[in-house]
């Protein structure tokens, strides 16, 4: 039950077992420690979603919440026929208005995007930092196996969870662009490893007749990841407490991981 799967072989009339028959003798039905290690396992993996989105929130732009500061503005709106499709997109980059020049954004919510003047023409350096997640997922997907391998399943899942958290704790400070592509990087990296690790991890400990339900099942969890980003989006207000409420969910989660027992093929192959 540790792990180990003794050797029978040498013994009078012993059959020998491999790996799937020794994880169900060892998990035989619905055993209440696989079911803590499946609820973990969802709580972990419907962290990555969380972290992919975040920057959704933390760096909207609200291109309808702002007020002309300027008499070109101002002569503008004068102009406008119709006041509710003034306050646009399409009017502040046509006529090439500036933030604190022009017109002041007004809206009860921060953004990184407002906080760096990222709109009309910079707009791109939002959707840049939403992407570059995914070079640090690729690159978590490509040393994930060289991770597990060499420290485990679980642990390999616990140090990308920690560098996932650690990262986005950072982005809560994060005082420029160009800190916050390298923060999206290493929150790629991590929460990819993590995510790897546990559905192995889990697959690993389920015994064969629950492994489809449960792959299944795990890979379901992460539309909560959804949920769970719009819900911390929604209530609060401030993008850098965004991270950090994130954060603080990431390492909180990753706690159980460390009393529950490791792959019991990683243990064999050890």
Known sequence: KNGEIQDNRGKLGAKPINIDEAVDKIFNGMNIKLLLVFITACGTIFLVPMQIFCTIFAGFIPYTQWKCVSQKCETLLA?????????????????????????DWVSNRTSFSMDWEFYCESEAKFSLISSFFFIGATVGLLVSTAVFDRFGRRNGAIVGNLIGATATLIGTWTPSFEVLVVVRVFQGL??????????????????????CLVSGITCDIWAIGYMGVTLIGYLVPTWNYIFLAVAIVNYTLTIPLFIYPISPRFALVR
């Open 190 to 211: 991590g929460m990819f490893i993590q995510y790897t690790g546990v559905y192995c991890w889990v697959v690993e400990l389920t015994p064969t007749h629950l492994r």
């Open 79 to 103: 102009n406008s026929n119709d006041t509710t499709e003034f306050y646009t997109r399409k009017t502040m980059c046509e006529n090439q208005l500036l933030v604190g020049t022009d017109f």
